[in-house]
């Protein structure tokens, strides 16, 4: 049996000599070594030191019902001692993953046919890649496979789904992105809107773009878009008002599908239970992950509309069976997490509790950082936001890219005890805690950033880096 050490140098030490650890300076962190969390709470970690961190971000925008519910530990150990697993190829299934898939249909924010199963967000985009590319098939039209997502858009990892994600560092060094994949302007109004544009004008541009593109790789080639309802790690990008009905002109016109990424914004991080509902969006297809399970155990879905469901059906003739799936599609335990942690967030209201914390943590963001010289932007929707830092607000004006102000930013706020991230590609920090953060713990993690960005703006004078 193996023993589970607690002594933070000697995990320390054994990390460093076996484990391979995603997006990470692998040099640096030879040299460095990791923090090591081995206990959480609510929203609140611990280190192998004892340290204790209110956690920001809910892991990576995804333990929504927060650490240490029994609730879903007990329905994981029921469904462990009754049926671990068993596989669903082949006409075979399980109970909770037709219970789930019952619920995510009544759930839907569009009306919605079936759920199809996976592991992660990644899985679930690469998914809907091949959904999109057998619907076209299966209706004679093999040649509509280019598939458009957005410049700072994250989508997975995946090859195809990190051709999708619009991130440069996620196509360095792997050869991507494929070449089925093109990029469109996102909704970032810092630095894609004219000074002074209006929100309807804005709109109509980006509308503009997206139908240019599509025109200019010809609509009978374009499969699908694909759109996160609020961008998530690309920057907490918030769209302006209209934007997803211009959008669905659009696709509508050129007889392209639309797919909604909810992985991060699915089941109430945006104040309604889907982003699709806040946003104005009507997508064909939809990939969920994260807040499904609040991450205790990993489940991905695609969900997938009538329409795409009856032509993939119909394919069957002349392509055979569907040939797609993974060992643990539709994996039992992973399904009773799921029901369980929908539970709780139905039975403890914490859908609409998510949209009033975040209105409460927009209002601080505001009060902490509105007036800084560092901050050239503030926004997010429900229980998201981000703080953008610029050189200078007017106009505004990026720092170097090598300064890494938004790096600094993340490590001075561990210092104070809270756990917040870098965004890539941008000197921005996010926040995206448990939805069971209080109006107090809400209060102290806006405390504890700005005395970090406080103490990084003052070494960046002292430094010369920066003039205030």
Known sequence: MTTILRNGPDLESLDKRYLFHPFTALADH??????????????????????????????????????????????????????????????????????????????????????????????????????????????????????????????????????????????????????????????????????????????????????????????????????????????????????????RAVLDRHDVLLIADEVISGFGRLGTMFGATAMEMQPDLISVAKGITSAYVPLSGCMVSEKVWRTIVDGQATLGVFGHGYTYSAHPLAAAAALANLDIIEKDGLVEQAGRRGAFMHERLAEAFADHPLVGDIRGHGLVGAVEFVAAKEPATRFEPSLKIAGRIVKAALAEGLITRALPHADTISFSPPFVISEDEIALMVSRARTAVDRVADELVREGLWHG
């Open 30 to 247: 030879e040299r460095t070594g990791p923090q090591v969390i081995v206990k959480g709470e609510g929203v609140w970690l611990e280190d192998a030191h004892g340290q204790r961190y209110l956690d920001g971000m809910a892991g990576l925008w995804c333990v929504n019902v927060g650490y240490g519910r029994p609730e879903i530990a007990e329905a994981i150990h029921r469904q462990a001692l009754t049926l671990p697993y068993f596989h669903s190829f082949s006409s075979w299934a399980t109970d909770t993953p037709i219970l789930l898939a019952e619920k995510l249909i009544e759930m839907a924010p569009v009306p919605m046919s079936k759920v199809f199963f996976g592991q992660s967000g990644s899985d679930a985009n690469d998914t809907q890649i091949k959904i999109v590319w057998y619907y076209n098939n299966a209706r004679g039209k093999p040649q509509k496979k280019k598939i458009i997502a957005r410049r700072r858009g994250y989508h997975g990892v995946t090859l195809a789904s990190a051709s999708l994600t619009g991130m440069p560092s996620l196509h360095s060094g792997f050869d991507l992105p494929l070449d089925f994949v093109r990029h469109t302007t996102p909704p970032y109004r810092l630095w894609e809107a004219e000074p002074g544009q209006s929100d309807a004008d804005f709109v109509a541009k980006l509308a503009r773009d997206l139908e240019d593109l599509i025109l200019a790789e010809g609509p009978d080639t374009v499969g699908a878009v694909i759109m996160e309802p609020v961008m998530g790690a690309g920057g907490v990008i918030v769209p302006p008002k209209g934007y997803y009905p211009a959008i």
